[in-house]
């Protein structure tokens, strides 16, 4: 390699050398979704796939994609919302938890060691997305993992796999190359509660600011029934 | 725009019987322990009721109240994994060693209140008296682990900022207030039980009862004041909810019937125990009411979607609330049955 005099010169002035080799370093994964509005039919396939793929018990889901009927004027449309766990980058339910079973990973996910909890619920009311609930079967917190066992496999997680209109597009937001980076980089993407604080890692394209936040209504007309689920 | 949900979230409520009953037993057995504490403090004749009854009552309260949390976790070891599993961003983390803390200096400082009065009264002395200021260093501890339980678990519900009825600095004002009208009440009711509420005793429980229950109806109006004029939009639909649907349980029976009653029979009750009964009856019923308000229909309120969360207790729910409650008449039936209680709650009265 050329020597040049800068480079000699740099040699003594440590910050820039650590600034440079910053510079060289791959950033670490940092997963994230987007999901284009413009694309869910509200088909519940990514609901099911998840059910499937993670063996949840009956009538409770990591995912359940929301459906809404807005009317403006005299001209209804539907308008259908996925929800899931945020993974988000200071998250509420982390802080909470009393024995640290919930934790953030440093490739963005947040997972619970269900061998560590104890039951408490207590992130359960601490998440302001409704992302988390206490698994029957288990009596353990539980919540969308992004299906982390499949991205150690190197596949997709199950609703982006299942999803027919393409509408979930999953991967590593510090990748500048990938579809999600692309996708909030180049687009105006919203997230849900933005004013909680929680900075949400799932982000949407065409979310309507009535369903940003606790949507004011009035009721679905069907409610999941627990009672007759769990005795069918 | 209007929108209709045809399809939401499916929650469940999480917190149930269990954990309502946990927070009224704990937190009036830290009233009734932590105002027989400030009765040894600083020895005043105004605090002399609650100096023996409510030692004895906040003491088996206490002793019962986990009961709760350990049937809420369904498993026993998971209760005891908090002890080596810390994590000190968790309110809940903290609640485990203020609790148990609690316990410890409770029973340190009723040992040492009941050995005294034995050797006041034994033939020779029983043990070594304790010294005066041993005495109250540890009244000032137990006070501080009584003002630990109540800061603890009631700031575990305040700081959840995604509830609406719960995110409120007031909650915790309302919960202390209806814990000390529910530790008079309790001390009432068991003084006139085992025939130990005398005239000048009456008087007392009732003045404090008036005060408390007074306390408690300007903090609840000052909680519902500040949820409408500062409340974020969380804050506010929950007390839209109120004002709606949950006006029954909120206004007419949170605070008419179990505050704003007691507080008229009071009036009336200056030499009648039925009177005073009925009233501490009320106030107890007042602190639980005001649990299950905060804490389930907190939960029922959506937080995503439209629709209220349905909740029923069930059998199971109910039989679970029940089990420590029983745990604590049986304790106090053994305890007044075979223990040196007299010697604790003071002679009986005459007539």
Redesign the interface.
Known sequence: MKQTRRGFLELFVPGKAWAGEQRTDPEPVHYAMVIDLRRCVGCQACTMACSMENRLPA???RT?????????GNRPR?SPLP?LCNHCERP?CV???????TFKRSDGLVVVDSQ?C?????C???????GR??NEQT?TADKCTFCVQRLQSGLLPACVESCVGKARVFGNLNDPHSAVARLVRDNPVQV?KST?GTGPQVFYLALNS??Q????????????D?SSAKEG | ????????????V??GMTSIQFFFMVQVAAACIGLAAAQRLVARQALEPYAGVGLFLGLGLAVTAPLNLIL????PL??M??LY???L?????W??FILLGFMLVSACFALVVLREKLTAVGPNNLGRRASGVGVKVLALLTLLAAALIFLYSSM?LA?????GL?HSSIVPVVFICSALAAATGLSGLFAMLVKRLNQERLTLLRGWLGFFLTLQLFAQVLWFLIAFVFGD??GR?AFDYILAAGFGNFIVLGLGGTVLLPLVLLYFARSSRLLFALAALLSLAGAYLVRWNVIITG?QL???????I?FAPGQGGLLQALAPLALWILLMILATWTGPWKRLVGQQQEG
């Not at chain 1, 802080?95 to 079973?101: I, L, R």
């Not at chain 1, 104890?118 to 207590?122: D, L, N």
């Not at chain 1, 359960?124 to 409704?130: H, L, R, S, T």
């Open positions: 009538s409770q889901w359940i994609v929301s459906d809404y009927e807005l009317t403006v539907r929800r509420a802080s909470a938890c009393p024995t640290g079973a560590v104890v039951g408490c619920g207590y359960v009311q601490n998440c302001p997305y409704d609930f206490m009596r849900l909680m009535q369903l936040n606790r949507v004011k209504g009035t009721a679905a007309p069907f409610t999941p627990h | 725009m209007t929108v209709v949900e045809l399809m939401g979230t499916s929650q469940q999480v917190w809420e976790l369904h498993q998971r209760f994994s908090m599993r810390t994590h961003t968790s309110p809940l983390s609640g485990v575990d700081a959840v900022k995604g509830r719960w939009s969380f639909f939960q959506p937080r995503t979607g439209t629709a209220l349905p």
